[in-house]
């Protein structure tokens, strides 16, 4: 067994503050997850290690191993569980109450990772909004030690040394499965063992080579240097990547080798200095509390507020969030840890309380979410998004359009291309097509802008950006050689001026990025001149309005007491009247871009163009609902309902070139 070492104590509170001060400002640390990452070495070399030191004395135990996991994990976990499931009664409406059931589910028994890369994305917007989006670390480390002691069996009965030569191959397999899946499955990258499993492993092979005494005794002064450049990585691991870089992948090397290089420096200056102080040992003991009461006290703070921009609001709850961690280490970590029990009874205790809390999601998604407590306003906005925002949308794998599906009808003579602002705008526009005589044929691709040459890869998947281009080529090549289609609405989420991710696509090969105000003019027109040689009418669609807040979630917050008074507490609430909110609540950042889609359309009199910010905005404000319902489903999708609010039929075709549907 290990002898105590508060210097890795220390390590756990850098981990755990990058990780907290990421979550509330990610500008001050810009990749802070890798908090995560730290917390993966180090639960490798202290666990694994005893694993492997038990196992080779033959004192190893599966019921005593696992009693000391449910004692460390599980009394803090059930709490926060229950405390998360109870907020939620008084936060969230049924639809949310129901993917937190799930949520809690999922992570009472290890299986919040397998549950977020099945239904999230860690770097995505709405995955602040996820109460238990933390826990999907718990799902790694406990799979991990399901799996790693029946390893460890015939793992011994190899030499020393072919112990670490086995352990380091699974290792590069595994490190080389994350190299493979973060361009291909970046989403399976981050949440799944498979990939994750060798940063737990370089942990076990560190503590096996200690065990071996493998590594030679240094110099205090090369221990010293280690200990420097160790800290060193660890800390411009924190600033260098942000969360558009490829994560795992090579990036996370940089703190996995500072962590195995703080572990080894024991003496190091570093470890003996600052990471072995006493205030900043205090919060390594405290950071598993710490870390798991932060997340849902900040999502339940992001889902009551107006505003994106929450940092200071967060930081709050930070500190408060810190201030509960230390009661949930003093009187429930701590006591449920120190009691002495046999280890059988010990487990056959936590395995009933586990059932009858999970029991509690479980009752609650029965129940519906418990419907009865939602007040009528809300009722009829989850109505409104229920409806959704469109059938017809294409999701990030996929490329090419079933022509058998309802969204491409025969003989339809108007047809959308675009991606989910399009498919949001497909429910007004199918009515429009329904009162000229016809239908609407509908390509849409989640994420995929109307660019021809151009797209923007997710979280850096190079293969999306193919997969992006392809979907456009094929999209206006189907287009084109339909005969009955005359009328082509060109609707897309137009980027931000900020955004510099857009790459051009040739021949199959992703070139270096551009910007954003590039790859439009270039992509739009390209696309544009390829559909006006096959003789189509082209309507450049402005895009909507660009909130700072979420209309659907503000009509709900003002149903629910406490919301609202969360919102009002943190003073994150703009003023709305009558369902009109002021020019404040936009994101002006993407106008420039939007302009140059207007001044696309002003150059051509064969291209019509129609505004949709001017449908809900006026001078002094923008209407985000009406009659109680809300006309967008988040910051920037029309709802249906919002969809059928816009007046397809004022899209003017008065160029000679050009005739109206018909």
């Known amino acids: 067994m290990h002898k105590y070492r508060a210097d890795i104590d220390g390590l756990r509170a850098v981990a755990v503050s990058s990780v907290v001060i990421y979550h509330a400002i990610p500008n001050l640390v810009p990749a802070g997850f890798v908090g995560v990452d730290i917390f993966f070495v180090i639960s490798g070399f202290l666990i694994g290690g005893i694993i492997y ?61 397998v549950y977020f890369w099945d239904n999230s994305d860690y770097f995505a917007t709405a995955a602040v909004y996820q109460p238990l989006m933390m826990t999907w670390s718990l799902g790694i480390e406990e799979q991990f030690y399901v799996v790693f002691p029946f390893l460890m069996f015939p793992l011994i009965k190899l030499a020393p040394r072919g112990r670490i030569i086995a ?164 009187y429930i970590e701590q006591p449920f840890r120190a009691r002495k029990l046999p280890n059988i009874p010990v487990l056959v205790r936590y395995v009933t309380v586990l059932v009858a809390v999970a029991a509690v999601p479980v009752a609650l998604r029965l129940a519906d979410g418990v419907p009865q407590r939602i007040p009528h306003s809300v009722v009829v906005a989850e109505k409104v998004r229920a409806e959704g925002r469109g059938t017809c949308l294409l999701s990030f794998d996929q490329v090419r359009f079933d022509e058998s599906l309802p969204c491409y ?93 857009f790459r051009p696509v040739v021949d199959e090969k992703v070139l270096p990025p551009v910007e954003s105000l590039e790859a439009v003019d270039r992509g739009l027109r390209a696309l544009v001149s390829r559909l006006h040689e096959a003789n189509k009418n082209v309507v450049l669609v402005g895009d909507v309005p660009r909130f700072d807040f979420n209309p659907m979630e503000r009509v709900i917050s003002d149903g ?51 505004d949709l910010k001017q449908v809900f905005c006026e001078a002094d404000n923008c209407l985000y609902e009406k009659d109680g319902k809300p006309i967008f489903l988040d910051q920037h999708h029309l709802s249906a309902f919002g969809s059928r609010q816009v007046e397809w039929s004022d899209v003017e075709f008065s160029s000679p070139h050009m005739r109206t549907p018909s």
């Not at 329904?434 to 997710?458: D, H, W």
């Not at 997969?467 to 082509?488: H, K, L, Y």
């Open 409 to 501: 009808p025969e003989g339809s003579r108007i047809a959308l291309l675009g991606d989910s602002h399009a498919s949001a705008a497909g429910v007004g526009l199918e009515e429009y097509a329904a009162s000229e005589g016809t239908t609407l044929a509908q390509f849409s691709k989640s994420g995929c802008a109307p660019l021809l040459g151009y797209s923007r890869p997710q979280q850096g998947s190079l293969v999306y950006a193919r997969n992006c281009a392809d979907f456009v080529d094929g999209a206006w090549r189907q287009i084109a050689s339909d005969p009955d289609i005359e009328t082509v609405f060109i609707v897309g989420s137009w980027p931000s001026e900020r955004d510099r991710l």
């Open 167 to 330: 352990l380091l191959v699974l290792i590069g397999v595994s490190f080389a499965l994350s190299i493979v899946a973060v361009q291909r499955a970046p989403v399976s990258a981050f949440f799944l063992l498979p990939p994750r499993a060798w940063e737990l492993g370089i942990g076990v092979t560190l503590a096996v080579m200690h065990h071996e005494k493998w590594i030679p005794q240094a110099s205090r002064a090369v221990t010293d240097l280690i200990s420097l450049v160790g800290f060193a990585l660890v800390i411009a691991s924190l600033f260098l990547f942000n969360h558009d870089t490829s994560f795992p992948g090579y990036a996370v090397l940089l703190p996995v080798i500072g962590t195995v290089m703080l572990i080894h420096a024991r003496e190091g200056f570093f470890n003996r200095t600052l990471l072995s102080w006493k205030p900043v040992v205090f919060v390594g003991l405290i950071s598993y509390s710490w870390y798991l009461w932060h997340w849902p006290m900040m999502a339940y703070v992001r889902i009551a507020s107006d505003h994106s921009h929450t940092g200071g609001a967060l930081l709050s709850v930070a500190a408060m969030s810190f201030v509960v961690a230390v009661l949930s280490w003093r």
């Open 53 to 113: 030191g038990d196992t080779l004395d033959g004192s190893f135990s599966f019921a005593n191993f696992y009693a000391r996991r449910v004692r460390r994990i599980l009394p803090a976990l059930l709490a926060v569980v229950l405390a998360t499931l109870l907020a939620g009664l008084f936060l969230l409406n049924t639809h949310a109450m129901k993917e937190l059931t799930s949520q809690a589910f999922a992570a009472l028994f290890g299986l919040s990772n």
């Open 560 to 610: 629910f007491v406490a919301r609202r008074f969360l919102r009002d507490f943190f003073g994150l609430s703009y003023k709305v009247k009558d369902g009109w909110v002021s020019p404040q609540a936009l994101m002006p950042e993407y106008d420039k871009v939007g302009e140059i889609v207007r001044r696309i359309a002003e150059e051509d009199e064969r291209i019509a163009y129609y």
